[in-house]
């Protein structure tokens, strides 16, 4: 393949391993870092997708985000000097209730910049997460879940059970509340909504919705978030 000497003179061909070394940080964590311009300020790139796995291991057929994948990442990023902003994709169901507040503590407790897009949805536990940024965008079809918290297995049938459920509740919306604009009791009015869902109590919010109601910052895409990410960084 022949470049012309215009392109020659802009383009820089990335080492063979470099670029090795990103595809497979793509294939197996969904993250990239991208290089901007002269000054090559670096955006760390991180997907959250599918469901994010807790301690129990999912089936092989399902998409799945691993904590154990991600907070390493995450405290790289932290220590990094030549990572100077992270975007994070979201399209989730949800998932593990204490891995996901785990990555969503981690989000908010780094010092680098940080900027979240909501493409497709991000659903129950993907909530604290999506808000867990310096600042939050969702495109105009993109959906939150808002619903109170589910466990699976045997419980036993007592009051101490139920105080447990509303403990775990309250650490999500509290932490919620606490990276948005959103109130903890109008989060509560939500996950209990009974008008909406036919077999469950929540809430849907679309797209402008999550951001009338305050969850999310502002409707936007790719462009928008990386916009907003580079004037941050530049602050």
Known sequence: ?????????????KPVEESQEEREQIREFGQLTLDEGEAR??????????????????????KTTKY???????????????????????????GDVEAGLAIAEMIASLSKPTVSLVL??????????????????????????????????????????????????????????????VTQERLEELMLETGEMSKDMGSILVGKDAVREGLIDSLGGIHEALAKLRELMGE
Do not use: C
């Open 120 to 181: 497709g949805g991000s659903h129950s536990i993907g909530v604290p997460l999506a808000v867990a940024t310096d600042y939050s965008f969702i495109v105009e079809t993109g959906t939150m879940l808002i619903h109170p918290v589910r466990m699976n297995g045997m419980i036993l049938g007592v009051p101490q059970t139920y105080d447990y459920f509303k403990r775990i509740q309250d650490r999500i919306t509290g932490f919620i509340a606490s990276h948005s604009r």
């Open 1 to 13: 393949m022949e470049w012309s000497g215009k392109d020659t003179e802009h383009r820089e061909e």
């Open 41 to 62: 300020s670096r955006i760390h790139l991180l997907t959250i997708i599918g469901e994010i796995e807790g301690h129990d291991n999912l089936s092989a057929n399902t």
């Open 68 to 94: 154990e994948h991600i907070l390493p990442q995450l405290a790289a990023l932290e220590d990094s000097r030549e990572v100077e902003g992270l975007l994070i994709l979201l399209n989730t169901v949800g």
